[in-house]
């Protein structure tokens, strides 16, 4: 792919262009397949490790963070229609296989969380699971219920920044 790109803008620059565009739409066909065919490992991937999955659990190892992103996202939608006050599992692994051992997925996963208002935590038990409570200390605003009682009710040696 890259290979058909870098010859494309040398083509171009010693003015064939046509041939350069042949070249490039041939990058571009390659950029396509390589899309497609991560698209089918990363479904493949999802799928086998969430076949004995218990319900209200998802894990995303083996996944790039945004793909764990899209699936996480849909799967907490899939559950917010079941209706009722639940707590998913979603395991997102401690980081050991990533670059420096950090966690890519986990921070992730708590933005993607926190940006929809959804209470997150990390589970006591296991620290490559995060525990989302939907709809847990929230309104049907999405605002943190317990936040007015801690500004209408702060510590005597408490001090508030606004």
């Given at each position: 792919?890259?290979?058909?790109?870098?010859?494309?803008?040398?083509?171009?620059?010693?003015?064939?262009?046509?041939r350069?565009?042949?070249?490039?739409?041939?990058?571009?066909?390659?950029?396509?397949?390589?899309?497609?065919?991560?698209?089918?490992?990363?479904?493949?991937?999802?799928?086998e490790?969430?076949?004995?999955?218990?319900a209200?659990t998802?894990?995303?190892?083996?996944?790039?963070?945004?793909?764990?992103?899209?699936?996480?996202?849909?799967?907490?939608?899939?559950e917010?229609?079941?209706?009722?006050?639940?707590?998913?599992?979603?395991?997102?692994?401690?980081?050991?296989?990533?670059?420096?051992?950090?966690?890519?997925?986990?921070?992730?996963?708590?933005?993607?969380?926190?940006?929809?208002?959804?209470?997150?935590r990390?589970?006591?038990?296991?620290?490559?699971?995060?525990?989302?409570?939907?709809?847990?200390?929230?309104?049907?605003?999405?605002?943190?219920?317990?936040?007015?009682?801690?500004?209408d009710?702060?510590?005597?040696?408490?001090?508030?920044?606004?």
């Amino acid at each position: 792919m890259k290979q058909k790109f870098d010859e494309a803008h040398q083509a171009y620059n010693s003015g064939a262009r046509g041939r350069a565009k042949e070249l490039s739409n041939q990058g571009k066909s390659h950029q396509r397949n390589r899309d497609d065919l991560n698209q089918q490992a990363a479904n493949w991937i999802y799928k086998e490790n969430n076949r004995h999955s218990p319900a209200g659990t998802i894990d995303l190892h083996g996944l790039y963070v945004q793909e764990s992103i899209s699936y996480t996202e849909s799967f907490i939608a899939r559950e917010q229609r079941k209706g009722g006050s639940r707590t998913l599992r979603v395991i997102v692994g401690k980081g050991i296989h990533s670059a420096h051992h950090a966690p890519k997925i986990k921070p992730a996963i708590e933005n993607m969380v926190t940006k929809y208002n959804l209470a997150v935590r990390l589970d006591p038990r296991n620290a490559g699971v995060l525990l989302i409570d939907l709809h847990a200390g929230l309104d049907h605003r999405g605002i943190d219920r317990g936040l007015t009682e801690r500004l209408d009710k702060p510590a005597a040696d408490s001090c508030l920044l606004m």
